[in-house]
């Protein structure tokens, strides 16, 4: 089996939209969280988010006219694998594009809002209580755009990171809801290592800003309405934690053998150790209480790695700030590291970038792979009243130096799907 | 890799315009049977195309056990169509699961999920009923819907929608706690998701998935999508059975449609061991990208013909072996074209003597819920007989396709079952019978 190292990164966040100024940031302890701006969220029950803010695709994406159509997500998608294929030297690089494959967790893009409820509203026929259908059709002919159509479609980004990189080999968009990106760096992995490929681009993009997605949320009573405050809302196991915040970005890596990348003289910047995916098969609205999932999922990659649970250093957390998924994920967390819990740091960067959705896994897999090469732990900030549930160190609101040679980061979605992945610093062979 | 462990198929489950389940759905596969017809889930008569692949009337109570028919109320049509197609999947394979008995015969850790799904439209009247009650005039007022409006739609809205909705129903109906992924490559999610399930239980990670996919476009958003990207024919809405013809030189788009195909696939040794009937050994799985452009194919067709070579090649085996060929055979004139120029790089001259049945003439274009087609190839491996290629005549590019409009006999040993998705994703399957030793 082929070994796989990550050499490449970049990411489109709320708290910037280069790796170094998020990281810096992140350790400052600083929020991307405030008044939602991309929709007037008024009177919604949260009026807050995590925006990508003054995002330039142009400045991002040198031939940016090759994705003419492209909605929010893709362009993210797209400004991130530009950074990734940048810093992973794969410019210069003589490469085989039969052999770069692509694996993403690309989101659906945006209902095209105002023709969507336009059409819809002049066909409501209050006697039928319905649409009429054949008005609708109508209206939504003209005033629906094919491009705008086909871009929701949740293979978009990835048909067009194909355009930008050129990637022919084997291609994958997976969605599981926010548990998908760390999915799909962990397919990608399982791809290279068998030969499938030598390079794959992995990762997620995601925006669900929008009124549609926050509705969504708000009826599941999952988003934080602690409006008053914007950067102490996201609360990962904070007793007074009240639901997640919503993000919107993207993280994308550069996967590759460890041949590949080490024939070509590439920068190693981690190895991907192992990588575990399980179902809860419980419900489609709550988590596993007892965590049996989310154990079941940290045990396969710890096997898949050959470690044992003493082997890690740092533990990103899924740490969304719902009431149900800290709890759940810190009992899971001391099932599998036993005795070892509460010395190892655990801590959840949505707390200052709230929830990317899809795109969440990917970059707090590439904020673990920044902890291992800096020995930085990125804090949990807001943590300021001790849950009896939470009772690990979750690096409380300052950054701390430690080392960090092997991290695991969690990720958990909607419907039981649990996945968790770990990656070490390279040491050679 | 001689260690390799060796993936079979034990199961199939199918709800399509031409049969629910997949006894059904063979039934009149080799009857002729043709399921596009002029839409009767709305009145399409305002659409440029109003014909679909539509499913025969079923009631989804009957699919699921009763302690889960509450839950069905959360299921948008995309992930009924899984459910019911995993409910005859496990049937077919004659596996136990929690659905049926308290003792399951498999072990769940064991046993993974890999559907693939669409982008699952919203129910228009569920959702217009309640940005009727926060409108001014014909627009939104948001203010209005941020407060009000919103709460009138259920709790659990966003949840119908998911695209992994599908495989959580079935995981959670199954009681299937191993790898799960929902793979959204549109026309090729089926594909995709059943190649992923393949190497999941090759390299020892289950010994069993249910995989495959899903969706329905059978709904106005799904089909005016289509209408408005050019793909579907606005030139038989008064015969809907003639309207899909694959590669035919009269062909003027594609059709609508909806239905879901699952596989149970199982490792050999744990599929014989059970004594479980198996139709096929699935040998190869290739996949590749597409980089011409997002909404066309490239008009070579040639990154699609290195997914089916790169399947081949997987199974160890030549083109010239291959005794059954499930193309994507869409219908629509130029996408063919491509298919052709693709499928010549691989089989060359041979092409011609290739059986081809292309299924979608009878079904419409099933889109994530193409595992269909990949159910039609193993059928026909499994009971030697190909289904009749129905609309396709004379053939573009004056080419000669080894097609025919009756069903017939065929000594079938390799049948591929290749596509392409909207967006360039290709992805090909090579089904090999059982050896002897195998059964």
Same mark, same amino acid.
């Given at each position: 089996?082929?070994?796989?190292?990550?050499?490449?990164?970049?990411?489109?966040?709320?708290?910037?939209?280069?790796?170094?100024?998020?990281?810096?940031?992140?350790?400052?302890?600083?929020?991307?969280?405030?008044?939602?701006?991309? !929709?007037?969220?008024?009177? !919604?029950?949260?009026?807050?988010?995590?925006?990508?803010?003054?995002?330039?695709?142009?400045?991002?994406?040198?031939?940016?006219?090759?994705?003419?159509?492209?909605?929010?997500?893709?362009?993210?998608?797209? /400004?991130?694998?530009?950074?990734?294929?940048?810093?992973?030297?794969?410019?210069?690089?003589?490469?085989?594009?039969?052999?770069?494959?692509?694996?993403?967790?690309?989101?659906?893009?945006?209902?095209? !809002?105002?023709?969507?409820?336009?059409?819809?509203?002049?066909?409501?026929?209050?006697?039928?209580?319905?649409?009429?259908?054949?008005?609708?059709?109508?209206?939504?002919?003209?005033?629906?755009?094919?491009?705008?159509?086909?871009?929701?479609?949740?293979?978009?980004?990835?048909?067009?990171?194909?355009?930008?990189?050129?990637?022919?080999?084997?291609?994958?968009?997976?969605?599981?809801?926010?548990?998908?990106?760390?999915?799909?760096?962990?397919?990608?992995?399982?791809?290279?290592?068998?030969?499938?490929?030598?390079?794959?681009?992995?990762?997620?993009?995601?925006?669900?800003?929008?009124?549609?997605?926050?509705?969504?949320?708000?009826?599941?009573?999952?988003?934080?309405?602690?409006?008053?405050?914007?950067?102490?809302?996201?609360?990962?196991?904070?007793?007074?934690?009240?639901?997640?915040?919503?993000?919107?970005?993207?993280?994308?890596?550069?996967?590759?053998?460890?041949?590949?990348?080490?024939?070509?003289?590439?920068?190693?910047? /981690?190895?991907?150790?192992?990588?575990?995916?399980? /179902?809860?098969?419980?419900?489609?609205?709550?988590?596993?209480?007892?965590?049996?999932?989310?154990?079941?999922?940290?045990?396969?990659?710890?096997?898949?790695?050959?470690?044992?649970?003493?082997?890690?250093?740092?533990?990103?957390?899924?740490?969304?700030?719902?009431?149900?998924?800290?709890?759940?994920?810190?009992?899971?967390?001391?099932?599998?590291?036993?005795?070892?819990?509460?010395?190892?740091?655990?801590?959840?960067?949505?707390?200052?970038?709230?929830?990317?959705?899809?795109?969440?896994?990917?970059?707090?897999?590439?904020?673990?792979?920044?902890?291992?090469?800096?020995?930085?732990?990125?804090?949990?900030?807001?943590?300021?009243?001790?849950?009896?549930?939470?009772?690990?160190?979750?690096?409380?609101?300052?950054?701390?130096? /430690?080392?960090?040679?092997?991290?695991?980061?969690?990720?958990?979605?909607?419907?039981?799907?649990?996945?968790?992945?770990?990656?070490?610093?390279?040491?050679?062979? | 890799?001689?260690?390799?462990?060796?993936?079979?198929?034990?199961?199939?489950?199918?709800?399509?315009?031409?049969?629910?389940?997949?006894?059904?759905?063979?039934?009149?596969?080799?009857?002729?049977?043709?399921?596009?017809?002029?839409?009767?889930?709305?009145?399409?008569?305002?659409?440029?195309?109003?014909?679909?692949?539509?499913?025969?009337?079923?009631?989804?109570?009957?699919?699921?056990?009763?302690?889960?028919?509450?839950?069905?109320?959360?299921?948008?049509?995309?992930?009924?169509?899984?459910?019911?197609?995993?409910?005859?999947?496990?049937?077919?394979?004659?596996?136990?699961?929690?659905?049926?008995?308290?003792?399951?015969?498999?072990?769940?850790?064991?046993?993974?999920?890999?559907?693939?799904?669409?982008?699952?439209?919203?129910?228009?009247?569920?959702?217009?009923?309640?940005?009727?009650?926060?409108?001014?005039?014909?627009?939104?007022?948001?203010?209005?819907?941020?407060?009000?409006?919103?709460?009138?739609?259920?709790?659990?809205?966003?949840?119908?929608?998911?695209?992994?909705?599908?495989?959580?129903?079935?995981?959670?109906?199954?009681?299937?706690?191993?790898?799960?992924?929902?793979?959204?490559?549109?026309?090729?999610?089926?594909?995709?998701?059943?190649?992923?399930?393949?190497?999941?239980?090759?390299?020892?990670?289950?010994?069993?998935?249910?995989?495959?996919?899903?969706?329905?476009?059978?709904?106005?958003?799904?089909?005016?999508?289509?209408?408005?990207?050019?793909?579907?024919?606005?030139?038989?809405?008064?015969?809907?059975?003639?309207?899909?013809?694959?590669?035919?030189?009269?062909?003027?788009?594609?059709?609508?449609?909806?239905?879901?195909?699952?596989?149970?696939?199982?490792?050999?040794?744990?599929?014989?061991?059970?004594?479980?009937?198996?139709?096929?050994?699935?040998?190869?799985?290739?996949?590749?990208?597409?980089?011409?452009?997002?909404?066309?194919?490239?008009?070579?067709?040639?990154?699609?013909?290195?997914?089916?070579?790169?399947?081949?090649?997987?199974?160890?085996?030549?083109?010239?072996?291959?005794?059954?060929?499930?193309?994507?055979?869409?219908?629509?004139?130029?996408?063919?074209?491509?298919?052709?120029?693709?499928?010549?790089? $691989?089989?060359?001259?041979?092409?011609?003597?290739?059986?081809?049945?292309?299924?979608?003439?009878?079904?419409?274009?099933?889109?994530?819920?193409?595992?269909?087609?990949?159910?039609?190839?193993?059928?026909?491996?499994?009971?030697?007989?190909?289904?009749?290629?129905?609309?396709?005549?004379?053939?573009?590019?004056?080419?000669?396709?080894?097609?025919?409009?009756?069903?017939?006999?065929?000594?079938?040993?390799?049948? $591929?079952?290749?596509?392409?998705?909207?967006?360039?994703?290709?992805?090909?399957?090579?089904?090999?019978?059982?050896?002897?030793?195998?059964?």
């Amino acid at each position: 089996m082929k070994r796989v190292v990550i050499t490449g990164m970049g990411w489109v966040t709320p708290m910037g939209q280069d790796i170094e100024t998020v990281w810096r940031r992140l350790l400052a302890g600083e929020s991307g969280i405030d008044f939602t701006t991309l !929709f007037d969220a008024a009177t !919604f029950p949260t009026t807050i988010s995590a925006e990508v803010k003054d995002f330039d695709f142009s400045a991002h994406v040198a031939r940016s006219a090759d994705h003419g159509g492209a909605g929010r997500n893709t362009q993210f998608a797209l /400004a991130a694998c530009a950074q990734a294929w940048r810093s992973a030297g794969l410019g210069e690089a003589k490469l085989d594009l039969d052999r770069v494959g692509m694996y993403l967790a690309g989101g659906e893009g945006e209902l095209d !809002f105002d023709a969507y409820t336009n059409a819809a509203l002049s066909a409501w026929s209050v006697e039928s209580n319905s649409v009429d259908t054949v008005k609708w059709a109508t209206v939504a002919m003209q005033r629906m755009s094919a491009v705008r159509e086909l871009e929701q479609e949740p293979n978009m980004a990835l048909s067009h990171l194909a355009l930008l990189s050129g990637a022919r080999g084997p291609a994958f968009n997976c969605l599981t809801a926010c548990a998908a990106s760390t999915q799909a760096i962990g397919e990608a992995t399982q791809i290279l290592r068998r030969g499938d490929a030598d390079v794959m681009i992995g990762g997620g993009t995601h925006s669900m800003i929008h009124p549609f997605g926050v509705t969504g949320f708000n009826r599941l009573t999952a988003l934080s309405t602690a409006n008053g405050d914007p950067p102490r809302a996201s609360r990962p196991f904070d007793a007074q934690r009240g639901g997640f915040v919503l993000g919107e970005g993207a993280g994308i890596v550069i996967l590759e053998t460890l041949d590949h990348a080490k024939a070509r003289g590439a920068t190693i910047l /981690a190895e991907v150790a192992g990588y575990g995916s399980t /179902a809860d098969a419980f419900r489609i609205t709550d988590q596993h209480p007892e965590g049996e999932g989310a154990i079941g999922a940290m045990r396969a990659a710890l096997a898949d790695a050959r470690l044992t649970s003493a082997d890690i250093h740092y533990v990103n957390a899924h740490g969304t700030g719902t009431r149900e998924n800290d709890g759940n994920e810190t009992t899971a967390i001391k099932h599998v590291l036993g005795e070892r819990a509460k010395e190892c740091p655990v801590s959840s960067i949505k707390s200052m970038m709230g929830h990317l959705i899809a795109a969440a896994g990917a970059v707090e897999l590439i904020t673990c792979v920044l902890a291992i090469r800096d020995n930085m732990l990125p804090p949990t900030v807001n943590l300021q009243h001790a849950d009896p549930e939470c009772d690990l160190d979750y690096v409380p609101n300052k950054a701390r130096a /430690a080392r960090v040679d092997t991290a695991l980061s969690n990720s958990f979605g909607f419907g039981g799907q649990n996945d968790s992945i770990i990656v070490r610093r390279y040491l050679g062979e | 890799m001689s260690t390799m462990r060796r993936v079979v198929v034990t199961g199939i489950g199918v709800i399509c315009p031409i049969g629910i389940g997949s006894a059904a759905f063979w039934e009149n596969l080799v009857g002729g049977k043709i399921g596009v017809r002029r839409i009767s889930a709305f009145d399409p008569s305002g659409f440029p195309s109003q014909i679909a692949g539509e499913v025969p009337a079923y009631k989804i109570g009957d699919y699921v056990p009763k302690s889960y028919r509450k839950a069905t109320k959360v299921m948008a049509r995309d992930i009924e169509l899984a459910v019911v197609a995993a409910d005859d999947a496990f049937k077919d394979a004659g596996l136990k699961s929690k659905a049926y008995t308290e003792t399951p015969d498999f072990d769940g850790k064991r046993f993974g999920c890999n559907i693939g799904a669409g982008l699952i439209s919203v129910d228009l009247n569920e959702l217009t009923v309640a940005l009727h009650s926060a409108r001014n005039g014909d627009q939104l007022d948001l203010r209005k819907w941020g407060g009000e409006g919103m709460t009138q739609l259920t709790p659990l809205w966003l949840l119908k929608y998911l695209p992994n909705m599908l495989a959580c129903h079935v995981t959670i109906i199954h009681q299937l706690k191993g790898p799960s992924n929902t793979i959204t490559c549109a026309d090729a999610s089926s594909h995709l998701a059943i190649g992923e399930a393949f190497r999941t239980i090759q390299r020892g990670d289950a010994d069993l998935a249910v995989c495959g996919g899903a969706e329905s476009k059978v709904q106005p958003m799904g089909l005016m999508r289509q209408c408005l990207l050019n793909r579907v024919s606005t030139k038989h809405n008064e015969t809907p059975e003639s309207a899909v013809r694959p590669f035919d030189v009269d062909a003027t788009g594609t059709a609508v449609g909806e239905g879901a195909g699952l596989f149970i696939l199982e490792e050999f040794e744990h599929a014989k061991r059970r004594g479980a009937k198996i139709y096929a050994e699935l040998a190869g799985f290739g996949a590749t990208q597409d980089t011409y452009n997002v909404s066309q194919p490239s008009p070579t067709g040639d990154s699609y013909g290195r997914a089916i070579s790169l399947a081949l090649i997987d199974a160890n085996l030549p083109p010239a072996s291959v005794d059954l060929l499930v193309p994507c055979g869409l219908g629509i004139a130029s996408h063919d074209r491509a298919e052709l120029n693709g499928l010549t790089t $691989v089989f060359g001259g041979g092409l011609s003597r290739i059986p081809l049945f292309p299924l979608k003439s009878r079904t419409g274009n099933l889109a994530a819920g193409s595992g269909v087609d990949a159910a039609a190839a193993v059928l026909s491996l499994h009971h030697n007989k190909i289904p009749a290629a129905l609309n396709t005549g004379k053939i573009i590019g004056g080419l000669s396709l080894n097609n025919a409009a009756e069903a017939r006999d065929a000594a079938i040993n390799i049948a $591929v079952s290749s596509v392409y998705s909207l967006g360039g994703q290709n992805a090909a399957l090579v089904f090999r019978k059982p050896a002897k030793e195998a059964s």
